[in-house]
C-alpha cells in the first residue's frame, strides 16, 4: 500500500478551505474561555429580539400556505343563477391621471350588462390637464349613450376616500363597484361578481389582480410575484380559513349598506379600504375572493414610484392596526380571527426590525465569532432560515399554483425578490415609524404612465415624477457597510452567512442606486427650476392618488 500516496491526499483535503470550514465548526479548543460582557449583551439582546420575532413572522407564512392547502374545499361555489339584475354604480376615482384616463373609462363603458342597471361616476380631484381630457371622455361616452357623470371637486378632503364617500351622495346603486385608473376590468367583471350577491348578508367581493406590463423588467417582474403572493396565498388561505380579509382599494364590489353600516368611507388613515374591510367584517358582513376572476392592472416601472406605494401600503396598515386591532381583539370573533388579524395588520413592523438587525449584524458576527461556532450553526442559524426561507417557499407556492406549467421560472427571480424586500426596508421603515408615533401624511399616489405599446423607458419622458429624497444614501450606504460586513465574513471563514449577507448587499444597492439615477434623469428632463407640480407635490407629501 502506497502510505506516502495517501498521506499526501489527506493534506490535500485538508489544506481544502471547506474541509478547514468543518473542522473549525467542530473544534471547541476555546470553548469556555469567552466570557461575555456589558457591550456583547447590548448587541446581542436586541439581536436575538429582532431575530425571534422576524422568525415568528416568518412561520406565520408558512401557516398561510398550510391553511391555503388544508382548507382547500373551502373555495367560492359556481355563478350563483340570477333572476333580476341589482343595480350597480360604477365608481372610477382619478387624480392626474390625464395618460390613463381615457383608456379607463373606455374599457368601463365596454360592460356587458343591462344598460340600465348600471352607471358610472368618473371622480375626477385632478388639479392638471386631465381634467379637460377626463370631461372630454365623458362626453363622448354620454354621446354614445352611456350613463355615465363627471364629479369633480374643488376640496379634495379626505383624497381617494372623500372623493368615493362624495360619490355616494349621488348614487343610485344597490352595488358600488371601484377601479383605480390604472385597472382594465374585463367586458363581464360585472356578470361574473354580481351574481354572488344574492347572499343578502355578502358585503364585498374581491377579484385578483393581473398585470399587463409584467415582463416589462426585472423590477415589474419582481412585483408581480410578490403581489401574486398577496392575492394567491393570503387572500386565499384567509377566505379559506374563514378569516377577515381586506378590499384592495380597486377590482371589487361593494354592497351599498354594508358600506354604510360599517360607517362609510374614513380617512384617517392611508388604506381606507383595509380599514372599511374590518369595520365590515366586525359588523357581522361577510367577504368572498373570487381568485378566478382577474383585474389587468398597471405597474409600477419607476423604483420611486414603486417605493412610494410600498410606504403609502406600509403606513397605512399600521394605522389600521392601531385603529381597529383593538376592536378585534375585544370582539367575540374566534381565537383564529384575532390571531390572523394581528400577523395581518402588524406585519409591517419588520421593516423598522430589518432595519435594526441591519445596523447591529457586524458587531453581533464579531461577537457571536468569539462565542463560538457551534453556538451560531445551532441558534442564529435556524432563525435566519424561519426568517428568509419562509419567504421562498410563499412566493414559489403562489407561482406554482397560477402557473403549473412555468412556475419554475420564477426561481430565477426569488433572490432578487427578496433583494427587493430588504431594499425596501429604509423607506417602510419611515412610514411604519410614522403611523407608530402618530404623524399624518397626504395619500400620494403612484403615476401611471399606459406603457403599452410604448418602446422600453418611453416613460422617462412623461411627468408625474417622484423625486427620491434622503432615503436612496442612506440605502447605499447599508449596502456598503454589507459590503464591508461580506468582506470580514470571508476573512474569517464564516461562508455560510455569505450568500444572506450578499442579498442585503444586492438590495440596498439595487434600490438606492436606481433611485438616484432616476431622480438623476429627472433632473436632466425636467430641470430643478422647472418641475412639474406633480413632482414637487410628491417631494413635499401633497396629496394624489
Known sequence: MNYQLILATLAT??????????????DHTFSGIYQANA???????????????LAAYGIYRYVLVYNFYHY?????????????WPKVTIQLPIFNERYVVERLVECV???DYPEDKFEIQLLDDSTDETQ??????????????????????????????????????????????????????????LRRTVPYFSDPKLAMAQTRWSYINRDYSALTEAEAILLDGHFVIEHGARFRRGSFFNFNGTGGVWRRSAIDDAGGWQHDTLTEDTDLSYRAQLRGWRFIYLPDVDCPSELPVEMNAFKSQQARWAKGLMQTAIKILPRVLRSDVPGYVKAEAFFHLTANISYPLMVILSVILLPAMIVRFYQGWFQMMLIDLPLFLASTCSISSFYLASERILYPKTWWRSIAYLPFVMAVGIGLSVRNSVAVIEALFGKQSEFVRTPKYRIEGQERGA??????????????????????????????????ENYITIPFLLLFVWGYLYTGLMSLGQGFIERIRFGRSAEPAEVRAAATGAPGF
Open 13 to 26: 483535503i485538508a489544506a481544502n478551505p471547506l474541509t478547514s470550514y468543518l473542522r473549525k465548526l467542530r
Open 72 to 84: 382547500r374545499d373551502n373555495v367560492p361555489g359556481p355563478t350563483p343563477p340570477v333572476t333580476e
Open 109 to 111: 363603458a365596454q360592460f
Open 459 to 492: 416613460w422617462l419622458k412623461r411627468k408625474y415624477r417622484k423625486r427620491a429624497g434622503w432615503i436612496p444614501y442612506a440605502e447605499v450606504l447599508l449596502g456598503i457597510y454589507f459590503a464591508a460586513t461580506v468582506v470580514y465574513a470571508v476573512q474569517n
Open 39 to 53: 457591550f456583547d449583551m447590548a448587541m446581542m439582546i436586541p439581536y436575538f429580539v429582532v431575530l425571534i420575532i
Open 132 to 189: 379637460a381630457v377626463a370631461r372630454a371622455c365623458v362626453e363622448r361616452q354620454q354621446a354614445l349613450g352611456v350613463p355615465i357623470h363627471y364629479i369633480h371637486r374643488e376640496n379634495r378632503e379626505g383624497f381617494k376616500a372623500g372623493a368615493l364617500q362624495e360619490g355616494l351622495k349621488t348614487a343610485t346603486g344597490e352595488l358600488v363597484a371601484i377601479f383605480d385608473a390604472d385597472f382594465l376590468p374585463p367586458a363581464d367583471f
